[in-house]
């Protein structure tokens, strides 16, 4: 949040409500570091699967998906025993609108199961490869 080179008053305000029964939670960051997109195509996929980071299984509350300006899609799935089920997919990703996504109801991992996400970059406009980065001209 920025007001023109500081010349308008910050009129940011914050509403908060507490309650009792909250319990503590954690923010787990995941990413395909390694991801390698090769230049001039437009479609690109690169799926990262996400098992529990404990022995035992944890409960999602939702997700915050993150790409940059080639990413075009993305789909995240819970994959169990019963097969895959669908947590969000955004069909026209904007990197200019990123946020978090909270489920009606929380969704249980259980231990052996998994995560799957699914990101699709377009790297028509791009002469080299584009690899997983920080930077806006990088991707993740």
Same mark, same amino acid.
């Given at each position: 949040y920025y007001t023109a080179a500081g010349s308008g008053a910050d009129r940011t305000r914050i509403n908060m409500d507490f309650d009792d029964r909250a319990t503590i939670g954690q923010v787990i960051s995941t990413a395909a570091t390694g991801m390698v997109l090769p230049p001039g195509r437009s479609e690109v996929e690169?799926? @990262?699967? /996400?098992?529990?980071? @404990?022995? /035992?299984?944890?409960?999602?509350?939702?997700?915050?998906p993150h790409m940059h300006t080639m990413g075009t899609s993305l789909q995240i799935e819970h994959v169990g025993a019963a097969g895959a089920s669908c947590l969000t997919r955004i069909n026209r990703w904007d990197s200019n609108s990123q946020r978090f996504y909270l489920f009606d109801k929380p969704i249980y991992v259980d231990r052996g199961?998994?995560?799957?996400?699914?990101?699709?970059?377009?790297?028509?406009?791009?002469?080299?490869?584009?690899a997983w980065g920080d930077g806006t001209q990088d991707e993740m």
């Open positions: 690169v799926v @990262q699967d /996400v098992t529990p980071p @404990q022995s /035992v299984g944890f409960t999602l509350w939702g997700v915050l199961e998994l995560i799957r996400m699914r990101c699709r970059y377009d790297t028509t406009g791009e002469e080299k490869v584009v």
